[in-house]
């Protein structure tokens, strides 16, 4: 089994859910699948991803995991995770495919609560799969090699960063070898997005929120709204935790301008996710300063397709303006030689109720090429937000 438990999946995926089931408790969401590299499968890595999605079923929450995370996320309730200890993913509501192209299609449709728990762990099982049928196993010393260097860079200068490579990870036991060699070496590695291994080797899970959140909200309540309707929600579940905004899901110009003072007071930074990093951090902190705030106290994480020298350029032009950290994914855990998979899973529709219609989710991005949607809603979503 590639999952063997559900704790094996990002931190903001909890979160996330138990921020739907406190405030939109009826509301559907259908997640897909996209491979950007438009990989050709073969019919045997198909059957072995339809044998693994048949072994979800099999993933419970085990009582010594449900009474760690009550420990060490106080932020979510006990009763939250005594609700995911008789959560049981449902293959049935697993849709899997590969077209006549030979390309590979994924969607699962259920209550948004429980379905966006299927993301992560969907696309770390095609990663590993594909990696088993496409690549051998890497040499442990190569990489090895590469992430001792990574580690003494960080040490060296000081660099904040956390691993945050599930979703894409060469495959489970190179990602636990990344962690349990990061808690031991990286002094300034600040933990693990993986909720397992956080729990593994005694380190902090870390996470917030993702873009389907604000996709959610932008598709139930418009897009000019949706960037600030989503902070003011997550403040009102989590009440100041959790304090980091994520910036680009309608573009970070879009994000900026809705930033209110009072949210720009009460989180403690944003994410950057996409676009020129160093534009961003120019303009939140002309921001902050409009908005009469110090940017020496506030925090910019960076999380695009990083790697230890991108980040330290960024870590050094942020010196003495703004504190910064980096959330590092594959980098981390698929450095191994071989090409990593280019694959995302997003919310691709949803509904308030089971008598609402589908409304279509899309996401724009400060990258060229990375908005997602159909044209005609992509569209509209860039004419609501007056986006030439």
């Known amino acids: 089994m590639v999952i063997k438990t559900i704790l094996d999946t990002d931190l903001y995926k909890f979160t996330t859910s138990y921020a739907y ?38 993933v419970v929450l085990q009582e010594n995991e449900l009474e760690y995370m009550c420990k060490h996320c106080r932020f979510l309730p006990r009763v939250y995770w005594e609700w995911l200890s008789s959560f049981r993913f449902d293959p049935q509501k697993i849709e ?70 599930t979703r894409r990870r060469f495959s489970f036991d190179v990602q636990d070898k990344v962690v349990a060699y990061l808690k031991k070496n990286a002094r300034y ?40 309707m989503a902070l003011e929600n997550w403040v ?24 209110s003072r009072k949210q720009a007071k009460l989180f403690d930074g944003v994410r950057c996710d996409s676009g020129n990093e160093y534009e961003f951090i120019d303009r939140l902190i002309a921001r902050y300063k409009e908005l009469g705030i110090d940017p020496a106290t506030k925090t910019i994480i960076f999380s695009n397709a990083l790697d230890f020298e991108k980040a330290l350029h960024i870590f050094n032009y942020c010196s003495g303006k703004i504190r910064c950290s980096f959330g590092i994914g594959t980098n981390l855990t698929n450095d191994t030689g071989y090409r990593p998979s280019n694959i995302v899973m997003k919310l691709s ?40």
């Open 236 to 259: 009102n579940v989590y009440d100041g935790d959790l304090g980091t905004a994520l910036s680009d899901t309608y573009t970070s110009d879009s994000f900026l301008s809705n930033f």
């Open 96 to 165: 899997v495919y590969l077209d006549e192209e030979k390309h590979l299609h994924i969607e699962v449709t259920d209550f948004l609560y429980k379905v966006t728990l299927y993301e992560v762990p969907l696309l770390a099982i095609v990663s590993e799969i594909k990696n088993q049928f496409m690549n051998r196993i890497p040499d442990d010393a190569d990489w090895m090699v590469r992430l001792a260097e990574k580690v003494k860079l960080s040490n060296e200068n000081k660099m904040l960063f956390s691993e945050f490579g």
């Open 349 to 388: 529709r949803c509904k308030m109720n089971v008598n609402q219609e589908w409304r279509e989710c899309v996401k724009l991005s400060d990258d060229m090429g990375k908005h997602m949607g159909s044209m005609t809603e992509v569209e509209a979503c860039l004419h609501e937000l007056r986006i030439s």
């Open 21 to 58: 089931i406190k405030l939109f408790p009826y509301a559907m969401g259908t997640f897909s699948f996209k491979d950007r590299d438009e990989t050709e499968y073969t019919l045997g890595f198909l059957e072995a991803l339809k044998n693994e999605i048949q072994n979800l079923s099999l």
């Open 189 to 228: 590695c600040t933990g693990t997005s993986n909720c397992y291994l956080a729990m593994k080797y005694s380190m902090l899970p870390m996470g917030t929120h993702p873009h389907e959140w604000f996709m959610f909200h932008g598709a139930q309540f418009g897009y000019k709204h949706a960037n600030y």
